[in-house]
């Protein structure tokens, strides 16, 4: 798996789904070629900052339970950014990453970067799931 996110779910999902490493795309090219290498023979390929979010969430006693606004049902200690709520703001009226990128004068890649951050702080990665909690947040 090569990507830019290197949040704990999209970490476990890819190793769960057959995924045989975990690599972010600011890697060195030649450390990308002995990676594929290496996984192309079979070995597990995860860099070391990688392997301490998996170990750290392992040995954490809420390991897998969900965190933030589905934990807690309220959203007291829920804490955004200026920037998150105009995220929020937007995707509660269905804007789609792309819509909210042009709006807000950013690459939808920073969109989806805040949107994963606003996923984290409530407990979610399902965005229709995010938008309806986000919507009873905001009182309707």
Do not use: C
């Not at 057959?18 to 690599?23: E, H, M, N, R």
């Not at 594929?36 to 954490?60: C, F, N, V, Y």
């Not at 955004?80 to 807000?104: C, H, K, P, W, Y």
Request: proline residues 2%; aromatic residues 6%; without cysteine.
């Amino acid at each position: 798996m090569l990507t830019t996110f290197d949040e704990d779910d999209y970490i476990i999902e890819a190793l769960a789904s057959g995924a045989v490493g975990f690599l972010l795309k600011d890697i060195q090219s030649d450390k990308l070629l002995q990676a594929i290498r290496d996984a192309a023979r079979g070995e597990m390929m995860l860099p070391a900052g990688i392997a301490a979010k998996l170990a750290a969430r392992l040995a954490s006693p809420h390991a897998g339970k969900p965190t933030g606004l589905r934990a807690r049902g309220r959203t007291d200690g829920l804490k955004f950014t200026d920037r998150e709520l105009s995220i929020i703001a937007l995707m509660v009226e269905g804007r789609t990453n792309r819509e909210i990128a042009g709006q807000l004068f950013m690459s939808e890649g920073t969109v989806k970067n805040y949107v994963s951050t606003i996923y984290d702080k409530i407990g979610t990665n399902d965005r229709t799931q995010a938008v309806i909690w986000l919507k009873e947040m905001a009182g309707g």
